[in-house]
């Protein structure tokens, strides 16, 4: 399988806990995002890199939050001391760079419930 | 401001009907482009279509059809003759170019084809 994947794909934490999240991408794109989608909600933008450089970061992603791309392949997603509020899907995409904007190519995602 | 809306939260029709799924968009920018993404049961979105702010041709393929207006600020997805395999939850989505490398997302439409 050649798509973007995720692990773990369902997480149960307690408040508190720190839990990390990882993304493969498609090995030639050399954009990956991380998005959040809560129940009932379209996904929320959290941040994005190209090749290993973290470029954008939305207010959303709180101190709590860290994300890094070493060598410009997968992708980790940490959340430290997570709070119920943290519970959501978390998904991440990537893409090919310039000319394809918005163009994604989603995985199956990392749901995460705080318990 | 970035702001996609999709006024329709549930659409439930019978197999082979035809059923449109509305989105309007708010952007000051000129330049900037629309898509449709859709979320099957699995979780992973999926491309459907792109069209850039100048392009105003409307597109059609297979029991797929996008009304682009400017004019409204609208972007409508009509899927003909409906599948149960269409059943999903549907999301427009907007790409502006000067508001950095980031889908914004309307909160998405369940669509319910029933046999």
């Known amino acids: 399988d050649t798509g973007v994947s995720q692990d773990p794909r369902h997480k149960i934490t307690k408040r508190g806990q720190n839990v990390t999240f990882r993304c493969d991408p498609i090995?030639?794109?050399?954009?990956l995002y991380w998005y959040r989608q809560t129940l009932g909600q379209g996904p929320e933008f959290l941040t994005y890199?190209?090749?290993?450089?973290?470029?954008?970061k939305s207010r959303l992603l709180s101190d709590r939050f860290s994300a890094e791309r070493p060598k410009g392949s997968f992708s980790t997603l940490e959340i430290q001391r997570t709070e119920q509020g943290d519970s959501a899907m978390y998904l991440c995409?990537?893409?090919f760079g310039q000319g394809r904007y918005g163009e994604l190519f989603f995985g199956e995602g990392s749901r995460l419930t705080v318990l | 401001a970035q702001k996609v809306t999709q006024a329709q939260t549930e659409i439930s029709v019978v197999e082979k009907e035809d059923v449109t799924l509305d989105c309007v968009y708010e952007?000051?920018?000129?330049?900037?482009?629309l898509f449709w993404y859709k979320q099957p049961p699995s979780g992973e979105l999926v491309f459907l279509i792109r069209?850039?702010?100048?392009?105003?041709q409307n597109e059609i393929s297979g029991r797929y059809s996008w009304n682009f207006q400017k004019s409204t600020s609208s972007f409508n997805f009509t899927i003909t003759a409906s599948q149960v395999v269409d059943s999903a939850v549907y999301f427009c989505?907007?790409?502006?170019?000067?508001?950095?490398?980031?889908?914004?997302f309307g909160a998405g439409t369940i669509l319910r084809v029933k046999s």
């Open positions: 989505a907007l790409w502006v170019m000067e508001y950095g490398n980031k889908l914004v």
């Open positions: 952007t000051r920018d000129t330049t900037y482009y």
């Open positions: 890199f190209q090749n290993e450089a973290q470029l954008e």
């Open positions: 995409a990537s893409s």
């Open positions: 090995s030639e794109h050399n954009r």
């Open positions: 069209r850039n702010s100048f392009d105003e």
